[in-house]
């Protein structure tokens, strides 16, 4: 193919995609969410609002939008100058440090409520600065309006945020999404409980914005100096501590990343749509009161999500003592019912320990879970400590318990000539995730680069990594588990793989 055949193939593509996601909204009478417009989650909305912003995850439209990403990231790959694309890749720390700062500075919240019309950067920084005034005993340093202006400025160029008329700036659609929903005063008056009820996004962008900054600057240097190996990872590297990253945020000056991981957690269950997390696995088929146990599960965002689903279980959240001790205070009273009526209760565990038998409100000392299930869990260890998590999950699993695995799935980005074979499909291992022909990259290129920048995080933070099928099939094989059935998420990398004991 010439280039110019492949570059036509990229445009036909992302034509027919647009095709495709309009035909859905128009036969609603609904035109697709404007990137100018934002959407606050913690806002309510008109029914159409809503009701366009939900057929975003419709699989169709999800499904398109990803082939319209994926087309539009190789386009551009193609066309673009090597040396601008170059500066975008090195230099993209710059758009980081301005994201940061957008999160840090509650810039968000502070335009939402100027409304539409926006505010002039001198008003920002004065709002900035006021918020400020909790950090210093003397009165706060007043932030440079000029300096904010450029900030803002390479956000909106990157669409995070729209000049409105030179220097006046409002939210849009993408910086909305990392709104707290907390006014100017309570993020005055009470600002270490930003994150408290909302939805994690800012919280995860607070995260990624310190840690993970940080750790990346070393990753280079760890692998380079350590061969990745010698120390435990460049998160180590970077903070000068031996400690396991779980261990140094329950450290003594680390309480504001302890509770901010725990939102953050809650931010990621937005890799996601809720469909795939409540059709993952056929919770409906558990018979009544069947204990599901989230293992490592934080706060409970996911359990929570399934509680709420399926009301005829009970979930234990699993997790380490400090997690568990801040878990039902972070959902305020969100969920009363759910706690109050024993559905979902927490568990001090160390998951490296053996299970032991425990008590569960309603059921009564349970031996052997109906599900154990490991979300966001193991991609944060390397093989080793997985191998050891899954033999001590299967010391504790009965005849009939269900082990699911949730983590990325990652395709290779060149088709896999050994899958695709009669029956593989089925358990995950695929050739490629576009048509034959298709001028995409068989990992669909960009619209799937969520799931490898989470990899190289892991790597980063954790020494760990997400994982291929093979990855998958070999530790489970090697840890008393067979996998029966891989159910890949709608839209992302991310998949349920249910194992049972052999
Ligand atoms: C990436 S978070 C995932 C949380 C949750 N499963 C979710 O999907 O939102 C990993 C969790 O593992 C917990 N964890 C780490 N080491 C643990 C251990 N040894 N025992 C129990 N939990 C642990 C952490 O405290 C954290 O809540």
């Given at each position: 193919m010439t280039t110019f055949a492949t570059l036509r193939a990229l445009h036909t593509v992302i034509g027919e995609a647009i095709t495709e996601i309009e035909k859905v909204y128009q036969a609603e009478s609904l035109d697709f969410p404007s990137l100018d417009t934002p959407y606050y989650t913690s806002l309510k909305h008109a029914p159409e609002v809503d009701r366009a912003e939900d057929l975003r995850v419709d699989h169709t439209v999800f499904a398109a939008a990803n082939r319209i990403v994926s087309a539009a990231g190789q386009l551009s790959a193609t066309v673009n100058k090597p040396w601008f694309s170059l500066i975008e890749g090195i230099n993209s720390t710059n758009v980081v440090a301005c994201l940061q700062f957008l999160e840090a500075s509650n810039t968000v919240e502070i335009l939402r409520e100027a409304g539409p019309g926006g505010l002039h950067v001198k008003e920002i920084a004065k709002k900035i600065t006021a918020l400020r005034s909790w950090k210093t005993d003397g009165p706060p340093v007043e932030l440079d309006s000029s300096k904010l202006s450029h900030v803002l400025r390479i956000l909106a160029t990157f669409h995070w945020l729209r000049e409105v008329t030179p220097d006046v700036f409002t939210n849009n659609r993408l910086s909305s999404y990392i709104d707290s929903g907390k006014s100017f005063e309570q993020l005055r008056d009470a600002p270490g409980t930003k994150y408290d009820e909302s939805d994690g996004v800012a919280a995860y962008c607070a995260t990624a914005g310190d840690e993970v900054f940080k750790l990346m600057t070393n990753l280079t240097d760890w692998l380079l100096n350590d061969g990745g190996s010698k120390t435990d990872s460049a998160f180590n590297f970077t903070f000068k501590t031996p400690l396991k990253y779980y261990e140094w945020i329950e450290q003594p000056g680390n309480e504001h990343r302890l509770t901010r991981f725990g939102h953050a957690m809650h931010g990621?269950?937005?890799?996601?749509?809720?469909e795939n997390i409540i059709h993952g696995f056929p919770w409906e088929e558990l018979p009544k009161d069947s204990v599901v146990v989230d293992i490592g599960g934080g706060i409970g965002t996911i359990s929570l999500i399934l509680a709420e689903a399926y009301p005829h279980l009970r979930f234990v959240v699993e997790d380490r003592a400090p997690v568990v001790a801040i878990g039902r205070q972070a959902w305020g009273g969100k969920y009363a019912e759910i706690f109050d009526s024993g559905r979902l209760s927490y568990h001090a565990h160390d998951f490296f320990e053996p299970q032991r038998p425990f008590d569960v409100p309603g059921v009564g000392t349970v031996v052997h879970p109906d599900v154990m299930f490991i979300r966001a869990i193991a991609h944060n260890w390397p093989d080793s400590y997985v191998l050891e998590l899954l033999k001590t999950l299967r010391a504790a699993a009965g005849p009939n318990t269900k082990l699911l695995w949730i983590d990325n799935m990652l395709a290779y980005a060149?088709?896999?000539?050994?899958?695709?074979?009669?029956?593989s499909e089925a358990l995950?291992?695929?050739?490629?995730?576009?048509?034959?022909?298709?001028?995409?990259?068989?990992?669909l290129g960009r619209a799937s680069a969520n799931g490898y920048i989470l990899d190289i995080q892991m790597l980063g933070r954790f020494n760990a990594k997400e994982r291929t099928y093979r990855e998958y099939e070999a530790l489970t094989n090697a840890s008393g588990w067979k996998i029966t059935r891989v159910n890949r998420a709608v839209g992302s990398l991310w998949a349920y793989t249910t194992a049972v004991p052999v």
């Open positions: 990621t269950k937005q890799f996601e749509i809720a060149c088709v896999d000539n050994e899958s695709g074979q009669e029956g995950g291992a695929v050739r490629s995730l576009v048509p034959e022909g298709s001028p995409l990259l068989p990992n």
